[in-house]
């Protein structure tokens, strides 16, 4: 590899990192043009850091919280096979503000769960219907969130993400109402979550409010942030 197409690579590697939070797979890598040996080479000499297997950070090591789920779907098989989920979801979202230890990610492919990132099988995906991109990031919709946390989140937890979708805008009530026909897993708890909903209005928690109307918020965001 001469030195310039050498420098190529490295720019276009700079550009799909800069569209992945700094995160790139190694098969992205490879399509780039990047080597086995090309990969090594710039991960000894610091340009790339491993953060999970065929996974790595580009250039200074800082992995922010969006690229922590970027890495997690890449390792999971990229984001036309993997997607996050659950509650790693609803807090990208900002459905529910705790993020949880381990990245909750849906996928296709034969991937296992780590340490850092857990692994769920869907019995049905819907490509066109339950995932999304948000800012870029491979991601499950609201609808689907709501649905999978159903499942297994306690009943607060639920009320909670369907008051905030709501507040958000989020909430697609057509679409929850064709989920809940086939009464999946969870469902219903998600329809006594969704009537609770229907005769309160949207409630926010006391800290859900400090933090959107907080002086440092509003000075440069509206007060129904996305």
């Given amino acids: 590899m001469d030195e310039q197409s050498a420098k190529g690579r490295d720019i276009a590697l700079a550009r799909l990192a800069a569209a992945q939070e700094a995160m790139a797979s190694t098969a992205q890598m490879h399509e780039l043009g990047l080597s086995r040996q090309a990969i090594y080479v710039r991960q000894r000499r610091g340009g790339l850091h491993r953060v999970h297997h065929g996974v790595y950070l580009v250039g200074v090591p800082r992995v922010t919280p969006r690229g922590r789920l970027w890495a997690a779907a890449l390792a999971c098989g990229g984001p036309d096979a993997a997607w996050i989920s659950h509650l790693s979801a609803a807090a990208e979202w900002r459905l529910l503000e705790h993020v949880p230890r381990r990245v909750d990610v849906i996928t296709t492919t034969g991937s296992r769960s780590t340490d850092a990132i857990r692994v769920h ?6 490509a066109q219907r339950d995932v999304t991109r948000r800012h ?3 991601i499950t919709t609201p609808s689907r969130i709501l649905m999978d946390i159903a499942a297994r989140a306690p009943t607060h937890v639920l009320q909670t993400a369907c008051h905030e979708a709501a507040f958000r805008g989020h909430l697609d009530h057509g679409d929850i109402a064709l989920r809940l026909g086939p009464d999946p897993p969870g469902a219903a708890k998600l329809r006594k ?10 409630r926010r928690t006391k800290s859900r409010l400090e933090q959107d109307f907080s002086p440092s ?3 440069t965001t509206s007060h129904r942030p996305s």
């Fill in 121 to 126: 099988r869907p019995r049905s995906l819907d």
């Fill in 217 to 219: 918020s509003t000075a």
């Fill in 193 to 202: 979550a969704i009537e609770h909903l229907a005769k309160t209005g949207p």
């Fill in 136 to 138: 870029g990031l491979p």
